[in-house]
């Protein structure tokens, strides 16, 4: 294994000596942190143990050092030999970003930042889209992603790998199947979880989807299990042209795919996003959405820090700045709505609501932000359903074996409803041309 070094100059030179005589493994070379306390010179350095020894000023600078010295020298691992003050925890989890990036493992003498390794299974030319956070959109962007694609001549098949999936991955015909009320509520009946991710993309996008699970998630965004691979190999059998594969929360689908897309939240605090591990999902970008970039979630300062944050963390990642904005997948005009979403109430309140009935003509009786929270929403079931004639939700959380059961059960009208994102700044003025040139690039990686 090749190793490359990490020292400073608060260590006597002896002393990192014989700390690298004990390492196993091939030393081929160093990267001098900084600090000057113990050491006289860096040639003095360099001709004591060897190997050659880089330097660095700054933190990026460093980073762009050890990252240049990796390639050059096809380092496996990295091993951190400094301490404090040279290193900090913050910039230690900075550098961990960087090298399982670059694909390489980061130890220390407690520690161990492995990289993903994640099995080429797709045959087909294929992107994902993963996120910083839950509840960021990654669904129905995902679907969005699919439409694009459709509309541009290729075949999608989205694999989702959602908390509440099957525990065999299933296919799901969107393209084919009429996915109504009843007939998903059936499959509620069944034991199945049909308002999961698959089940979502399937209906509101008219695609393929293979629903997958997953259990646990690390900091790089690996999950504990999943049959995520068994799904991919399921999607290679269907007639399909483009696969997207859509994380789950924090979390990656454990399969290598062509491009990538990250979605943030800008209601997210900054520091999840430049410190811990967000600069990891940041790094493995391609296109990069940050969403809800409006009042009450966040501020225009606020979208400005966190565009700032992500061009020191990754110059010229293109970003498309948006906002959701609900779509009934049904005529609603002259209707009484009861509007179910996992929308925080601020939103709810102050946009989604007047969207919805200036845009579409209906009369909203009562939004409730509870369909993730089931004893909460069956309260606002029981008080406002019998003074509406019409159920419009989301296909999230209990939205099926709650809110649609509810509602058929008092013989009201049932309408799903999609979000769509619009793009309200950043550096990418069109969506579409930006996914399909991502489309594109998959597909000459895969030629």
């Not at 608060?10 to 990267?31: I, M, Q, S």
């Not at 691992?77 to 960087?98: K, M």
């Not at 694999?159 to 996915?179: F, S």
């Not at 948006?322 to 939103?347: G, H, M, Q």
Request: charge should be negative; hydrophobic fraction near 40%; glycine fraction near 6%.
């Amino acid at each position: 294994m090749k190793i490359l070094a990490l020292i400073d100059g608060e260590h006597y030179p002896p002393v990192t000596e014989d700390a690298l005589k004990a390492v196993e493994g091939d030393v081929v070379a160093a990267v001098f942190l900084g600090g000057t306390e113990k050491i006289g010179s860096i040639e003095e350095l360099t001709t004591r143990l060897d190997i050659p020894v880089y330097e660095g000023e700054e933190s990026r600078d460093i980073l762009d050092v050890i990252a240049e010295a990796c390639s050059t020298h096809e380092i496996e691992q990295v091993i951190d030999l400094s301490d404090e003050p040279v290193l900090t925890y913050v910039s230690r989890l900075r550098l961990a970003c960087t090298l399982m990036r670059e694909g390489v493992q980061y130890r220390g003498s407690d520690f161990l930042f492995t990289p993903p390794h994640y099995p080429r299974i797709l045959r087909q030319p294929s992107l994902s889209v993963v996120g910083t956070a839950k509840r960021v959109g990654k669904t129905a962007f995902s679907g969005y992603v699919a439409r694009t694609l459709r509309t541009s001549g290729y075949t999608p098949c989205i694999v989702t790998m959602g908390r509440g999936g099957p525990a065999q991955p299933e296919i799901i015909r969107g393209d084919t199947i009429q996915l109504t009320p009843s007939y998903l509520m059936e499959q509620a009946n069944r034991g199945k979880h049909a308002a999961s991710d698959h089940w979502e993309n399937a209906l509101i996008s008219r695609v393929m989807t293979v629903g997958c699970r997953r259990c646990g998630g690390g900091m790089a965004g690996v999950p504990f299990s999943s049959n995520v691979e068994e799904g991919a190999r399921l999607a290679n059998t269907l007639a399909a042209t483009f696969v997207i594969l859509e994380g789950s929360g924090i979390t990656f689908p454990p399969v290598d795919t062509n491009r990538c897309i990250v979605i943030v939240g800008a209601h997210q605090p900054l520091e999840f996003i430049n410190e811990y591990f967000g600069p990891f999902r940041i790094l493995m970008a391609d296109l990069l959405i940050l969403m809800m970039c409006e009042e009450p979630m966040a501020s225009q300062q606020k979208v400005a820090e966190i565009q700032k944050a992500i061009d020191e963390i990754k110059p010229g990642l293109p970003q498309a700045h948006c906002v959701f904005r609900p779509v009934p997948l049904a005529d609603v005009s002259d209707r009484k709505i009861f509007l179910a979403t996992t929308a925080p109430p601020a939103i709810l309140e102050s946009t989604l609501v007047p969207y919805l009935e200036q845009n579409y003509h209906c009369d909203i009786v009562k939004a409730s932000p509870h369909l993730s929270n089931r004893p909460r929403l069956r309260k606002d079931l029981e008080q406002f359903l019998p003074q509406v004639d019409t159920l419009l939700t989301e296909i999230k959380a209990s939205a099926i074996d709650v809110a649609t059961r509810e509602a058929l059960a008092l013989h009201r009208d049932v309408v799903f409803m999609d979000n769509v994102p619009k793009v309200v700044g950043g550096t990418v003025t069109c969506l579409e041309d930006a996914i399909i040139q991502l489309a594109k690039e998959a597909e000459e990686e895969v030629a």
